[in-house]
């Protein structure tokens, strides 16, 4: 679901409520089928249609997610019960229909109805921590959900040995395995798929030699393999305009928040050589797509430090950089650990006297992310930059802000004129300004910081 509905709390909490709904249906419908019919007869159909259900959500979602792109709770909550709710019920029947198997006397129902309950509880903890642990860090989601998908399959047929329980199941399954099976003609909309994201690459038809990284739903990085000056993103240019006002001549070492398609490390390596280049990068697998199709090298100036920021940032160097840049995204926010005041003051340790920790984020009207970002940044640095389109900065419309921070002034003049001359022009908001601008948002902290709820999506 993320390369529709992106990454994000709310995208979560849909997923593991309407799983649960799922859950608690089959359970309710499982109790009772077993006790009207005869459960040995029920076991094995209800194994297979289970497992082809797995196999069918992942072309379920490519073929209706589309029409759901980058919704809200309706959107998630709708797709996930397409997807997902079926053969989450069907297969929450499996337990009350065993347990009334093996139910010969009610003396033994509370021993029995335990140690099932605990096999589940136990299967469902092994599962997650195989699956998340090693699984998915290792294969894509759509093999593991056939083999399960077969394994559960292949169990329902073991199961029903009886000649007079065979009949109705091979019906069942002359039916319903090509039905799957002609669903995973649905194309995936990942050209990679790594443990985080369902990456792609698209080209620009205006530009032969620009590439376009997308992750989920984002149009994340723009690089021009022939170029790495050219910046192909409004955003990007716009921390171009503040670095010609404020970076020093020569050298610049530069500390990366997310690398993804790593554009204004090889950017500000081209402008300033010499300088140190280190990306926190969660994700591996866009290291090597970076390397194999973005034709980023790591045998110069450029470091890759595998793992979250939060944590990777604790061994970058105090006082060791000209420049913090934040461009890590989850979905259409940041996220919310990389947002804190708490991590904005980890960040500032890591700059040098006068250096700028400079930040992208997307929001719209409201503007309640927006605000309370420039607030907790204001909270940790002496000096505040806010650089937007005027109808953003108005609340008449929304996209990508940039939001800087740093113990020495901005020359907002400077950097709205470079905006212009290029005419796309940027308010730069300083001093009272981006105060009044901030007006009563609160700063994010480790303790509150709603950032799925405060951001606003068209």
């Given amino acids: 679901m993320a390369p529709f509905l992106g990454v994000t709390l709310e995208t979560f909490t849909g997923i593991i409520g309407t799983v649960l709904a799922g859950i608690a249906l089959g359970s309710w419908v499982g109790g009772r089928a077993a006790d009207r019919y005869d459960p040995r007869g029920l076991l094995g159909p209800v194994l ?47 337990t009350p229909i065993v347990v009334k ?20 509880t136990a299967g469902a903890i092994f599962g997650t921590f195989v699956t998340g642990f090693l699984l998915v860090a290792t294969l894509p989601s759509r093999p593991i959900l056939w083999v399960v998908g077969g394994l559960l399959v292949g169990g329902g047929v073991a199961v029903t040995a009886r000649p007079s329980r065979s009949s109705g ?46 992750l989920d739903t984002l149009r994340h990085s723009y690089v021009d393999l022939a170029d790495p000056t050219y910046l192909g993103f409004r955003y990007a240019r716009l921390f171009g305009d503040v670095f010609t006002t404020r ?24 402008l ?6 280190l990306a926190l ?16 090298s790591l045998d110069g100036p450029i470091e890759v430090a595998i793992g979250d920021a939060r944590l990777t940032l604790e061994d970058a160097p105090d006082d060791g950089f000209d420049v913090v840049i934040g461009d890590a995204f989850g979905g259409p926010s940041v996220p919310w650990h990389l947002t804190t005041r708490e991590f904005v003051s980890a960040i500032r340790t890591k700059l040098r006297d006068g250096g700028i920790y400079i930040l992208n984020m997307i929001d719209y009207p409201p503007l309640g992310f927006a605000t309370a970002e420039a607030a ?35 020359d907002a003049t400077a950097i709205s004129a470079l905006s212009r001359d290029r005419q796309e022009p940027a308010i730069a908001l300083t001093g009272p300004d981006a105060v009044a601008w901030i007006g009563g948002a609160d700063v994010l902290t480790d303790d509150f910081a709603p950032v799925d709820q405060l951001i606003t999506t068209p």
């Avoid at 249609?49 to 979602?61: E, F, M, Q, R, T």
């Avoid at 937007?388 to 901005?410: Q, W």
């Fill in 376 to 410: 907790t940044i204001a909270s940790v640095f002496d000096h505040l930059l806010v650089l937007a389109p005027r109808e953003y900065l108005d609340g008449e419309d929304g996209g990508n802000f940039v939001i800087a921070g740093s113990d020495a002034p901005f």
């Fill in 48 to 94: 297979v249609v289970g497992g082809l259900g797995a196999v069918a959500a992942p072309p379920i979602v490519d073929a209706l997610g589309p029409a759901m792109r980058a919704g809200g709770p309706i959107e998630i909550v709708l797709l996930t019960v397409l997807g997902f709710f079926l053969p989450a019920a069907v297969l929450s029947t499996v």
């Fill in 272 to 277: 300033h050589p010499g300088g140190r280049h």
């Fill in 169 to 214: 199941l091979v019906r069942l399954l002359v039916v319903a395995v090509p039905s799957v099976g002609l669903l995973q003609l649905v194309p995936s909309p990942c050209d990679t798929e790594t443990a985080y994201y369902c990456a792609r690459i698209t080209t620009e038809p205006d530009r032969a030699t620009a590439r376009v990284l997308w």
């Fill in 281 to 296: 990068e969660l994700d591996p697998s866009l290291v090597d797509l970076a390397q194999n199709e973005l034709g980023l």
């Fill in 101 to 120: 198997i093996r139910l010969h006397d009610l003396a033994e129902t509370g021993s029995v109805v335990g140690s099932y309950s605990a096999t589940a």
């Fill in 247 to 270: 970076l020093p001549q020569g050298a610049v070492d530069g500390l990366y928040v997310g690398g993804g398609g790593f554009t204004l490390p090889r950017y500000l390596d081209a």
